[in-house]
Nanobody, 125 residues
Framework: QVQLVESGGGSVQAGGSLRLSCVAS????????MGWFRQAPGKDREGVAA???????YYTDSVKGRFTISQDKPKSTVYLQMNSLKPEDTGMYYC???????????????????WGQGTQVTVSS
């Protein structure tokens, strides 16, 4: 099982920025996609952004133009640059990985199988 460790969360005011990092270890050769998810209190976990090892990126509509996912493959690290943060971006952010699955796009947020422990992001108005 892939091990994932997130970092970079914190508290910021609306309009601010944060960069999250996720380092993968163990069986990293099996990773085909990596993604970022978030869960606000009382709400379901939702997919935010994903990236294919080949570079294709996917975003949920609410973060397009504000968040950018990127990867550093030699470091087995994925980043989420979050700009123009809003209070509704508040939540626990999780990193996740998906191996290659026939016919499944990295943008299919429901198919991720390995998860980190999460890092908290709080945006105040």
């Amino acid at each position: 099982q892939v091990q994932l460790v997130e970092s970079g969360g914190g508290s910021v005011q609306a309009g601010g920025s944060l960069r999250l990092s996720c380092v993968a270890s163990a069986y990293t050769y099996s990773i085909n996609c990596m993604g970022w998810f978030r869960q606000a209190p009382g709400k379901d976990r939702e997919g935010v952004a994903a990236i294919y090892t080949g570079g294709t990126q996917y975003y949920t509509d609410s973060v397009k133009g504000r968040f950018t996912i990127s990867q550093d493959k030699p470091k087995s690290t994925v980043y989420l640059q979050m700009n123009s943060l809003k209070p509704e971006d508040t939540g626990m952010y999780y990193c996740a990985a998906m191996p290659w699955r026939y016919g499944v796009s990295c943008g299919n947020f429901g198919r991720y199988s390995d998860w980190g422990q999460g890092t908290q992001v709080t945006v105040s108005s």
